[in-house]
């Protein structure tokens, strides 16, 4: 895919977490700022979404609505229930050894590192900071991630 292609791609895909992100409520907000992403932590994440991108093909229905923007004051807890709700979702999730909500706070710290790469590294924290760096060298794979997340969530 064209880099052009793939960094619109990227941006359509990031704009449902990062609107959801925003509504968070602070001590929430507060908890995804100070979360670094590990290596293991993304490759969990990273075999959660690979699977339900193999569902999604199989059947394209299995994950139609899942939504990461909710009414109101939104918590880690709800979104993870929300995902939770689904039940090709939480299969997934269980196969993964994740729950939820340690699903999306990964997600919720690299749509911020996105959005931090455009900051001064000395401004931001500690987790902030690493998670830019983290990013800036997973580009490709997380870009990739968020877009079959923003593919499989599609209603059909």
């Known amino acids: 895919m064209p880099r ?10 990031l704009a449902a977490p990062a609107a959801a992100q925003s509504k968070l409520v602070p001590a929430d ?7 670094q992403v590990t290596e293991a932590e993304l490759a969990r994440v990273a075999a959660i979404v690979q699977r339900m991108d193999r569902v999604y093909q199989s059947d394209p229905r299995a994950f139609a609505g899942l939504e990461w923007r909710m009414d109101g004051p939104m918590t880690l807890d709800s979104i993870g229930a929300r ?31 996105r959005a931090d790469a455009e900051e001064d590294p000395s401004r ?31 209603e059909n």
Do not use: C, D, W
């Open 4 to 13: 052009i292609l793939f960094a619109l791609a990227l941006a359509v895909s």
């Open 29 to 35: 907000s507060a908890e995804v700022a100070n979360h």
């Open 83 to 113: 995902f939770e709700s689904k039940p090709a979702m939480r299969a997934e999730l269980e196969r993964g050894g994740m729950t939820g909500r340690e699903f999306v706070v990964p997600l919720f710290a690299l749509v911020n590192a």
């Open 124 to 154: 931001l924290g500690a987790a902030r900071a690493a998670n830019v760096r983290f990013a800036e060298s997973r580009r490709g794979e997380i870009g990739r991630l968020f877009i079959i997340l923003r593919t499989v969530g599609q």
